[in-house]
């Protein structure tokens, strides 16, 4: 199917309103709707995502290069193009990659819905109070890459499709399941009237080493935010499980932390 180009030659142009200052808007919100930046999330956005793309805005250079992606959309999913000036203008920045494109969110299920349609059994990840989009996006792209079957976010946390938190996933975060809302509190027990076993990861002397914990096939691993960590209170609704380090480190970024975690899981170990 020929995908239906349109050029763009005026920044204020009305049709392509959803790309105008991306980065202020990043941070104001799009009303339900999310931006993807690169070729890869692009890549990931039209043939694997569950989320249905509204438009694509495109460096016109870029085009040769994107035309198989670009000939297999459906014809009613509009391809705008511009000139590099003309696309940085719009954006409010330069947009080195070129390529842009913007979705749409679905409404969310409520959590008990959420939690029927997941993998049983399934390995969870839970993040609390999770403000960091880079981190945000690791957590996604490790928890796809070693056996995570879906996310959940309290409404502490950063909205996983922020455009730099999609990019840094590698695109994982536009199929990952996941659940964005709720307290701290309201997941986990909502977790354990699904009958999950819930690991809380503290560095805590007194938490069960990770390589000592038995290994439920129905698991949440929850983890907490840079710094504070989480609660007693948290850490207490659940098995406290600590990664062994060394003294010369206190605790691991939560990237990492699910990294470890998923590994030994994975491994068999």
């Not at 391809?79 to 842009?100: C, E, K, N, S, W």
């Not at 975060?173 to 990861?201: Q, S």
Request: some cysteine; glycine content about 8%.
């Amino acid at each position: 199917m020929q995908a239906q180009i349109i050029p763009i030659s005026d920044p204020d142009d009305p049709r392509i309103a959803d790309y105008v200052s991306v980065r202020e808007r990043d941070l104001t919100g799009r009303h339900g709707k999310f931006i993807v930046e690169g070729k890869v999330t692009l890549e990931v956005f039209l043939s694997r995502s569950r989320f249905q793309p509204e438009s694509l805005l495109i460096e016109t250079g870029r085009v040769p290069v994107l035309q198989g992606l670009l000939d297999a959309l459906p014809g009613n999913i509009p391809v705008y193009t511009a000139d590099q000036p003309v696309m940085d203008a719009i954006a409010g920045f330069p947009i080195h990659r070129g390529i842009l494109a913007c979705g749409m969110k679905p409404e969310p299920p409520d959590f008990e819905t959420w939690l029927s349609e997941q993998a049983d059994p399934a390995t969870l990840v839970v993040c609390i109070g999770l403000s960091n989009h880079d981190n945000a996006g690791a957590v996604f792209r490790n928890a796809a890459a070693l056996g995570g079957d879906g996310i959940i976010l309290d409404t502490e946390s950063c909205d996983p499709l922020y455009r730099k938190a999609i990019r840094v996933s590698a695109g994982t975060a536009l199929w990952m399941p996941f659940f964005h809302g709720l307290t701290a509190v309201e997941i986990l027990e909502g977790l354990k009237r699904a009958g999950f076993d819930i690991w809380t990861l503290t560095p805590g002397e007194k938490a069960m080493s990770l390589y000592e914990a038995d290994r439920p096939e129905k698991l949440a691993i929850v983890l907490g935010p840079e710094g504070p960590g989480l609660s007693q209170h948290l850490i207490d609704m659940g098995i406290a499980i600590r990664i062994p380090m060394t003294h010369e480190v206190d605790s691991l970024n939560i990237a990492t932390s699910l990294a470890v975690t998923l590994s030994q899981r994975l491994s068999g170990a």
